[in-house]
Each structure stands twice: as C-alpha cells, then as structure tokens.
C-alpha cells in the first residue's frame, strides 16, 4: 500500500534557525517524491520534487531510499516560510500510477 | 491564465441535500483530478477525468459520489443526499498532460453539512 507520514502536525522555530520538516513514505517500487506548500489563504503549489534535485526559496529534500525518507530542510528559516507543508508521492513514469498520496501536512510557524 | 478557479468557495448543506461544486481548469488543461480534505487528514484522490471521460474513479465513494467532465463547461463533483461525513475541503486539481503530478491546484471548496 502506498502511504505517506508527516509525523509532525506543528513546527515551532525561531528566525534564522534550522529546519527540518519529515516525511517517510512506504511504496513498493520506485516512487517520484515532492513537497507542496500552501501559503495562508492561497492555493496548494508545488515547492519541490526529488527528481529535480534543485533548492527552491532555500529548501532541500533529498531522497533516501534505505530509510524511505524524504525530509524537507532549510539552514535559516524566514518568518515567510511559515505555511503548510505535505509531503506527497506517486509512481515513476511508466508505472500508470499517477495520482497522488499526500501526508497529513506538518504546519511550520517561523516567529521573529 | 487565472488558474486552477473552484466554486462555490465555502458550500453550506442540511443533510439530505446535493451539493455540487465546480472546477474550471486552467486554458488548455484537459485533464482533471478531484481530491478531498477530510479534518486532520492528508488529501485524497477521488477521480481523474479528462475531457467527456472518467479515467480513475477508484477513490471515490460508491455511492452518492459521482463526477463528470463534459465537452464544453467545468468539472463538477456531485454528492447526493450530504451526510455530516461530507463536511470537507474538496480540491480541484488540472494538468495539460496525463501526469497528475504536474498538476495545478483550485483554492478549494469548503464543504459544511449540518
């Protein structure tokens, strides 16, 4: 079964510290992965995902298939981050398996 | 391109009644994901569509659930006879290409049963 835990409902940091939101993922096969944010008032968008291997708004995740992992990090946060976060997969390519499982979304709260 | 537009924005229902909500996707996306919120949990898929045609339907509920894409207008989810169970958000998403992760994603539509 395909399935996506974000074990954190709520993040709390101060500006300027790290953060790391998790995510663990439970496919069988090989899955894409990414990160969606949703601003205050604004609408689900794509943040990143692991085949592209870029860093957006100073946001890393890097794919590790041993732990089944795919935690989102950031070395400083900014008050702006603040948002909610889901971690969510689907099948590679030419799996068929395009729909996408999302995690129950881990609430980041950056304070000055 | 206004994106991904769902309406009615919030949708209060008695128990009982049908809701409908809308999703317009973006100019010359023809295909469209319907996926729904329930409290403290993840989004859901419940269907895929593309144009006059249900593709996926396999997370949508048996009964009272029903959805369609037509040639010309929005999609429209369609819940019958709204249990208190159906209070959720409901999202639209719409992508040019038969890839649901290239999706883009509606505000949503809030629905209340009460």
């Known amino acids: 079964a395909q399935r996506v835990t974000q074990p954190e409902k709520l993040l709390s940091v101060f500006k300027g510290a790290p953060v790391e939101l998790k995510c663990n993922y439970s496919?069988?096969?090989?899955?894409?992965l990414f990160w969606y944010v949703q601003y205050s008032r604004q609408r689900l968008q794509l943040l990143l995902r692991?085949?592209s291997r870029e860093s957006i708004k100073g946001f890393t995740a890097d794919l590790n298939k041993g732990e089944t992992s795919f935690h989102l990090k950031k070395p400083f946060a900014q008050e702006e981050d603040s948002a909610m976060y889901y971690c969510?997969?689907?099948?590679?390519?030419?799996?068929?398996?395009?729909?996408?499982?999302f995690g129950t979304g881990t609430r980041l709260l950056v304070s000055p | 391109n206004a994106g991904v537009m769902q309406n009615p924005r919030h949708l209060v229902r008695r128990r009982g009644q049908e809701a409908r909500l809308r999703c317009s996707p973006m100019?010359?996306?023809?295909?469209v994901y319907w996926y729904r919120q329930l409290p403290e949990e993840g989004l859901k898929f419940m269907v895929y569509?593309?144009?006059?045609?249900?593709?996926?339907e396999s997370g949508m509920p048996k009964e009272r659930f029903s959805a369609e894409f037509p040639k010309e207008g929005p999609s429209i989810l369609r819940i019958q006879q709204v249990v208190r169970g159906d209070s959720a958000a409901y999202f639209c998403?719409?992508?040019?290409?038969?890839?649901?992760?290239?999706?883009?994603f509606g505000q949503g539509t809030r629905l209340t049963v009460v």
């Open positions: 998403a719409s992508s040019p290409r038969e890839r649901g992760t290239e999706a883009f």
């Open positions: 496919y069988s096969g090989s899955p894409e």
């Open positions: 692991h085949i």
């Open positions: 969510a997969l689907s099948g590679a390519v030419n799996t068929g398996f395009q729909k996408l499982v």
């Open positions: 100019k010359g996306h023809s295909h």
């Open positions: 569509l593309q144009k006059e045609n249900i593709i996926d």
